[in-house]
């Protein structure tokens, strides 16, 4: 008999007996669709936030003073200092102060509080503009106060109306707004651009407001250098200034983006793990319904046996009832993985918005396939090998 009319003989049967059938598919169902959809969404997750990155691009190394530290107050950072490793940190490409705070902002009669952060016109990231432009370096040698506004900011500030061109007014300074950048929701990668109601102005612009601390150093690394050779440099520098007791905190961003992926691996392989124990207990609630079907038909077998079935064809037919038990549940939890992860999908580009999330689904759907393959081959073989065993005259007897 061929495979195919075997199959077939095999899906009568498990439609004659459907509702035991389809309580015997439930754990290859559940594992399936989980499996499915983590690696989907692991997928998705990875090229999104991939993506993303590639936006922000290279943020350099940030160098801030340790503030846990039992010296904490001798490592404030001045402007002295960044001269100092412009012009002795040889594995130093750019570096730049770093201010963050926040701020009453003023348009009008509208008043509240913002984020504000210095900026600079060494531009590393590909991050794409509503309005206007970025600051250049003539914004930067005049200190000129000029901003650009995150989203966020804008809407709160101005509205669906046009910013660029208007003023807004920070510690009592006016300020013109030349650029504004388009929504992408950073989430999680807020760290790079703070928050999303945040102004940035140039850093020799930020230097000269009332109460501005410096909190920290960006340096970007010559082409060639490792980070950690960077920083050792850097903070012995600074060391050498301030005094050896003294100490740093470093954050190098491009690592930062490289552990959330990795995380996001690790957490996709660890639910998955979990898919695949519901895919062994579904294994096994095939093997228990397999070998009830072999004692409820042992008079079938015996009937065949004796008009010439062989054992191999015995093995086959309960072998094929068995696969075509585990194709039919994976193929039901392959289907809901799928609309699982393209919902996933969905959510993912709304968050990252600017940020495409491609599912490869080839690999999937092949690892599907096997997997379910695998399990009716592998908890299906004893009670098959079981029923060719079988004496013909012993089934006969049987009642």
Known sequence: MKFWELFGVAVQTLWTHRLRSALTMIGIVIGTAAVIAIFGLGQSASSAIGGLLGMFGDQGIYILPDQTAARAGQTHLEWHDVAA???????????????????????????????????????????????????????????????????????????????????????????????????????????????????????????????????????????????????????????????????????????????????????????SAIGAIALVVGGIGVMNIMMVSVIERTREIGIRKAIGATRSDILLQFLTESIAITLLGGAIGTLLGIAAALLGNALLISQFAGASAAIHWVPILAMALTSSVAIGLFFGTYPAVRASRLSPIDCLRHE
């Open 85 to 271: 490793l412009r012009d002795g940190c040889t594995r130093c490409a750019k570096v730049f102060p770093y201010y963050s705070g926040s701020y009453t902002i003023r348009r009008g009669h509208t008043r509240d509080a913002f984020g504000l952060s210095s900026d600079t016109d060494y531009i590393t990231d590909k991050l794409p503009m509503a309005e206007g432009r970025r600051f250049t370096a003539e914004d930067v040698a005049g200190a000129r106060p000029v901003c650009d506004l995150l989203w966020d900011a804008k809407k709160k500030l101005f509205g669906d109306g046009p910013a660029v061109g208007q003023f807004v007014r920070i510690a009592g300074r006016r300020f013109l707004v030349v650029g504004v950048y388009s929504n992408i929701s950073a989430g999680v990668f807020n760290a790079f651009v703070g928050s999303g109601e945040t102004i940035l102005i140039p850093y020799t612009t930020y230097r000269n407001l009332g109460g501005a601390t410096m909190l920290g150093l960006q340096i970007y690394a010559q082409a060639g250098a490792a980070s950690g050779q960077v920083i050792d440099q850097a903070e012995g520098i600074l060391k050498r200034m301030h005094g050896q007791r003294v100490h740093y905190q470093s954050v190098d961003t491009s690592q930062q983006g490289s552990v959330f992926l990795n995380v996001v691996a690790y957490v996709a392989a660890g639910v």
